[in-house]
């Protein structure tokens, strides 16, 4: 496996991605440099891959490997290289590493991590992506491109995040089609494997599949290549910095879709949805992108309208599909590739020189910057079509496509005439950018009116475009100056743009540059294409035969035909381009976007009304509705056929307990003094305890009892601090209310009465009661499954108790204090009818220390025999009713009578003690849970004898146990407790203040200045203090 | 059977309390549900066996299923935990009738400890409109 080239290729790109961050710490933007390096050497690892694919060796051992990953659906790590994925994973990594070495320019000097990285990680997706053999690792790297792209575009700053924002939405809608059409290829043909899945059958077999799955795969690439009517996300994506652009629109994203549709037209290049599909989309696309780009002032959206328009031809000859067509596609990839990327540097090298991207504010460049002239003249002569560029070797063979097309002659002659003509309106903007940028001077006069125009005038499109160019600025040194900003801003002269910076101007003009060469020795690229072409139809015989040459042609006639009327249409510049350029398209995409943001927002609010409420009614009356009319009509259906009720199930107690619930229930329920309702509560508590009892469950009934008697310490805690009456409910809310409870408690009462008591007792039952003992060694057999055979359930329940116990902290702990102890009781005490002054009677009443004496007395005998009582019932869990639940309960019970017996609010123990209780209550669990590894696995209890006794590894899960609950009731007494509330001058703490406590430890000083602070340690003076500059005393040597 | 009754009546008053807008009335309301899921679960074990399984005290045939008495100790205790918090709630502010809820995430509150509750207590932040936000981005 460590033959395999594309394996080292991707290693390579993860170690850049993992080094990224140590280099930009150390090295700032020049990291870069190091970045460019990394992608090389990527290439390099690559070419061994290449070679095989060259020659046609097909070698699997240098060019393919694949790792299982999800075995059980048979998906597999597997990259492959073939001649597709050569010629894409080329362009992203030379391309990338030009971008990079100019990035060392063009970014501002320092830590420039958030490009780097995501720049690295961006590639290294886009290469997983065109070597991907597996059709989910294909959609993952496909996602990843998606995300990737988005966080370089927000990173550039406000104007970039809604731009952003607006290519995820549309970029990720591709994703969902892909994921459609994925999931569905997967099960239809029961691989994940690309390679089977391209030479399947069913593409010849299943014309309404294969035209589904087309259709989807197409709608996903045209998302990601920016066809109409999805190219809005493209231009917005200017908002990122220059070499972004230069990447992502020249080299990366876009050309994801490009790869996408270039894969998987093996299955669908005869499919005549998808031929419609990509030609219709694509020549739209190549005009609306042609005829917007001509409208452009700014320069780098003019590019990105470019982009466009030549991304639709390119997509227009896959959809022909034919081997010329793809041959032609694959060429003008490549070609694109190169002059593209260079052009948008270049827009960056003129914005650092010029100060701005806008054609109406800029100088004629042509003295000023003589390179960049050349270099930028060079790439439009490509991007035009015409000699001696790379870009005319690729634009004929794209109308030579065109006229293979299929069907009918008309055919092909319809798709070059409409690739011609949206050549002439490349060559206009070509001429455009030349003419505009170097050439034309600027007019003052009609710039002063623009400006004056645009002052007044409120042109929201395009403000918002042009301001969505300058986010640029914060990662650029250049700022374009916008309309309506001070004319003075711009420069006035030619002579004050500085020449462009060497490194940025060689880098952008070494792609250009490398298209003049490969134009007269194209036969180079035979290979490589052809293999590409290949890879794309799977049977392809042809050979290229790429030359600059090709004699007297029907192409060549039609590429005199654009350059006569581009011309024209240059010559015509001053009077056609300002006519355009005052008509900006009606319908801008952002602006699309915006309103179906606005609906669904719309929409949504409409939806959300309902239930837009914090009433409880609104949201349960519904669910609990339904929930009884389904239990009662199964009632109805299921009457007649139910096994009859087991023998015993009614006892008489069962009925009396009725009767006393029932009383006990519609108290808690009509009281509305809270004290009233809380004790009818207590008393529902103790009857379901004597039920529990009657029902045979000692342990369950201890619990219960124990739970009902530190809720009601804790009930009370809260109440001191609540008005002491519940308001009454209106009428009509009674009613509701009790229509829904009657309903509710019927279906649940059925609901029992339906699905049980009508079997035997169950076999686990069986199970346990039989074989307990002998494999446990203890008697109490609901202990033993909570902490042997269940114990994971019984880990579950105590996290779910120390979490509780935290969320208090938590909660109380981020809320303002003053919400938390608003000041004032909200009603005064009711006057008690009490003997004179200075009597102990009245003593005993009204003051708290003589209030609490007799408890304190009682807490003096009690606290050691609860003590002992819980040490025993701990000990004896196992054999009787106990355990480490009914312990501690009886040990929190300890803690809350402590509380109750001082006679001010104080906390009981450290402050951070119950949050370590907490934590050491679950790690005990775990770790005994750890030990039981020593036997079976997790939790496996291990027996053994200590000094006569039988012992097990489950107590010391037990103790978990223990701490754990002791650790919520201090919690829950020492943060619920506080008086301060109620009014209490004595009080020294507050609510939010012991819950800051409670994480931080003791806090000094008044509330208002330590909230959430330790106070300062003082330290000594030392050589990296900072007391003279902080105003801090040091500590000194010597007693205070 | 008696017993489904009884689950009938405690979820009957769970539901009324819950459908009330005081917290703490629906939490009296949570602990009467709970009760009510409690004995569902006990009822799970067949009632018609009632002794303890306690293995040196109780006969293996009339024992009753200790499968749910494990569960429904589990959620006693859970119930418990999840009324404790359910209480905090309650007690934060000075009403829990109250329609609003002061918001969370402050930190600190050392500039405006002052005493009266000011108006814009619950005060909601709406989410801002993308448009605005777009506008914003104009603006910088």
């Not at chain 1, 270039?262 to 499919?271: E, G, N, Y």
């Not at chain 1, 754990?964 to 201090?970: C, D, K, S």
């Not at chain 2, 004995?39 to 293995?55: C, K, M, Q, S, Y």
Request: glycine share 10%; hydrophobic share 55%.
């Amino acid at each position: 496996m460590l033959t395999v080239s594309v394996l080292w290729t991707l290693l390579i790109l993860l170690a850049t991605v993992a080094v990224t961050p140590v280099l930009d710490r150390v090295l700032g933007r020049s990291a870069c440099w190091i970045l460019a390096a990394l992608y090389l050497a990527a290439a390099a690892a690559l070419l061994p891959a290449t070679a095989a694919v060259l020659t046609g060796a097909g070698d699997d051992a240098v060019s393919a490997f694949a790792v299982p990953w999800a075995p059980q659906w048979g998906v597999e790590l597997a990259f492959r290289a073939d001649g597709i994925g050569i010629v894409f994973s080329m362009i992203a990594l030379v391309i990338g590493a030009v971008v990079l070495a100019y990035s060392t320019r063009y970014l501002e000097r320092g830590r420039q991590l958030s490009f780097s990285l995501v720049m690295a990680l961006f590639t290294l997706s886009m290469v997983g992506l065109v070597l991907a053999d597996d059709l989910v690792v294909l959609f993952i790297c496909w996602e990843l491109t998606s995300i990737a792209s988005f966080l370089l575009i927000a990173r550039s700053g406000p104007a970039g995040q809604a731009a952003s924002l607006r290519t995820l939405l549309i970029t990720f809608l591709g994703g969902l089609s892909l994921l459609v059409a994925v999931s569905l290829m997967v099960m239809r043909l029961g691989t994940s494997s690309l390679q089977e899945v391209l030479a399947s059958e069913i593409w010849s077999q299943d014309p309404a599949f294969t035209t589904l799955v087309g259709l989807l795969v197409g709608i996903a690439a045209c998302t990601k290549s920016a066809q109409f009517p999805f190219h809005v996300w493209l231009p917005d994506a200017m908002a990122a910095a220059t070499p972004v652009s230069a990447y992502l629109h020249a080299a990366a994203v876009v050309k994801a879709g490009i790869f996408l549709l270039l894969r998987f037209s093996p299955a669908f290049h005869d499919v005549l949805a998808w031929n419609l599909l990509l030609i219709i989309a694509g020549l739209i696309t190549a005009f609306v992108g042609g005829a917007l780009a001509l409208q452009q002032r700014d320069l780098k959206k003019l590019m990105a309208y470019s982009t466009v328009s030549q991304l639709g031809l390119i997509v227009t000859l896959i959809g022909v599909g034919t081997e010329a067509a793809i041959l032609a596609a694959v060429l003008h990839t490549i070609a694109h590739a190169l002059f593209k990327s260079g052009l948008f540097m270049m827009v960056g090298v003129i914005d650092h020189g010029a100060h701005t991207r806008e054609l109406r504010r800029m100088p004629a460049l042509l003295r000023a910057m003589p390179g960049a002239f050349a270099v930028t003249l060079l790439g439009c002569m490509s991007m035009a079509g015409l000699p001696p560029m790379l870009g005319f070797v690729s634009k004929e063979s794209l109308l030579t496509g065109a006229l293979d097309a299929g069907g009918p002659a008309w055919v092909g002659w319809a798709v070059a005439l409409g690739i011609a003509g949206a050549s002439v309106l490349t060559f206009a903007y070509c001429a455009k950018i030349v003419l505009g940028a170097f050439v034309d001077r600027r007019d003052e006069e009609a710039l002063a009116r623009v400006d004056a125009a645009d002052a007044g005038a409120d042109e929201p499109i395009d403000a918002g475009d042009s301001h969505a160019a300058d986010a640029d600025a914060t990662s650029g040194a250049g700022a374009s100056s916008g309309p309506g900003t001070d004319p003075t801003g711009a420069l006035t002269r030619a002579g004050d743009a500085h020449p462009a910076d060497r490194v940025m101007l060689w880098t952008a003009a070494l792609p250009i540059l490398a298209g003049l060469p490969l134009a007269l020795v194209v036969g180079v690229l035979d290979t490589p294409v052809s293999r590409a072409m290949e890879a794309a139809l799977h049977d392809g015989e042809e050979h290229a035969h790429l030359a600059f040459w090709h004699g007297l042609t029907p192409e060549l006639g039609l590429t005199v035909g654009v350059i006569v009327l581009g011309a024209l249409i240059a010559l015509g510049r001053h009077r056609l381009l300002p006519a355009l350029e005052a008509r900006p398209f009606p319908c801008d995409g952002a602006r699309v976007l915006s309103a179906v943001d606005r609906l669904a927002e719309r929409i949504a609010a409409v939806l959300v009304r309902p239930i837009a409420s914090d009433d409880p009614m609104r949201h349960l009356a519904a669910i609990l509705v339904c929930f009884s009319a389904v239990a009662l009509s199964s009632l109805a259906v299921l009457l007649g056929s139910l096994e009859p009720i087991t023998e015993g199930v009614n006892r008489p107690i069962d009925g009396v307990l009725l009767v006393l619930i029932a009383g006990a229930t519609l108290l808690v329920c009509t009281r509305l003094d809270r004290l009233g309702a809380a004790v009818s509560l207590s008393g529902v508590g103790i009857l379901a305890t004597v039920q529990i009892l009657a029902l045979g469950a000692p342990d369950v009934a201890l619990t219960q009892l124990l739970v009902e008697s530190l809720t009601i310490i804790v009930i009370m805690l809260v109440l001191q601090k609540l008005p002491r009456r519940f308001e009454a409910p209106s009428r009509p809310r009674r009613a509701g209310a009790v229509t829904i409870a009657v309903l509710a408690g019927l279906a649940a009462g059925a609901a029992t009465f339906l699905f049980a008591g009508r079997r035997d007792r169950s076999e686990v039952a069986e199970y346990y009661i039989a074989n307990t003992e002998e494999i446990s060694g203890g008697h109490n057999i609901v202990n033993v499954i909570l902490v042997e055979f269940r114990a994971l359930d019984t880990l579950g329940e105590l996290s779910v108790l120390g979490m509780a116990g935290v969320a208090i902290v938590a909660v109380l702990s981020s809320i303002r204090h003053r919400y938390v102890d608003p000041h004032g009781r909200p009603e005064p005490d009711p006057p008690a009818a009490l003997r004179e002054d200075g009597t102990s009677a009245h003593r005993a009443i009204t003051s708290a220390w003589s209030n609490a004496a007799a408890l304190q007395m009682m807490v003096r005998i009690t606290a050691p025999i609860l003590a002992l009582l819980s040490a025993m019932l701990f000990l004896r869990g196992h054999n009787a009713p106990g355990g480490g639940f009914i312990a501690a309960l009886v040990g929190s019970a300890i803690v809350a009578l402590l509380y109750l017996s001082t006679s001010r609010d104080r906390q009981i123990g450290p402050p951070r003690l119950p949050v370590y209780l907490i934590g050491s209550g679950v790690a005990v669990a775990v770790a005994a849970g750890i030990l039981g590894f020593v036997d079976a696995g997790f939790l496996a209890p291990l027996h053994g004898y200590l000094l006569g006794a039988h012992v097990s590894s489950s107590m010391i899960f037990d103790a978990g146990v223990y701490l754990a609950v002791l650790g919520l009731v201090m919690v829950a007494v020492n943060l619920l407790g506080t008086s301060a509330a109620v009014g209490d001058p004595d009080s020294e703490e507050e609510t939010r203040e012991r819950a800051d406590e409670t994480i931080e430890g003791e806090l000094e000083g008044p509330l208002e200045t330590s909230r959430g602070e330790r106070a300062p340690r003082p330290r000594r003076v030392g050589a990296g203090t900072a007391h003279l500059s902080s105003g801090t005393r040091p500590k000194e040597v010597g007693r205070r | 059977m008696i017993l489904s009754l009884t689950v009938a009546v405690l979820v009957a008053g769970g539901v009324y309390l819950l459908l009330q807008r005081s917290m703490v009335r629906a939490v009296f309301g949570m602990t009467l549900l709970s009760h009510a899921a409690n004995f569902a679960l006990l009822i799970t074990g067949v009632p018609g066996w009632r002794a303890e399984p306690l293995t040196d005290a109780s006969s293996r045939a009339d024992m009753a299923d200790p499968l749910p008495q494990a569960f429904v100790l589990t959620a006693i205790v859970i119930t418990m935990a999840v009324t404790v918090f359910m209480l905090a709630l309650a007690v934060i502010g000075r009403d829990d009738d109250m329609g609003t809820h002061p918001e969370t995430g402050a930190t600190r509150d050392a500039e405006e400890h002052d005493d009266d509750v000011p108006a814009d207590i619950g005060h909601e932040v709406a989410p801002r409109d993308a448009a605005e936000h777009e506008a914003e981005g104009r603006d910088a």
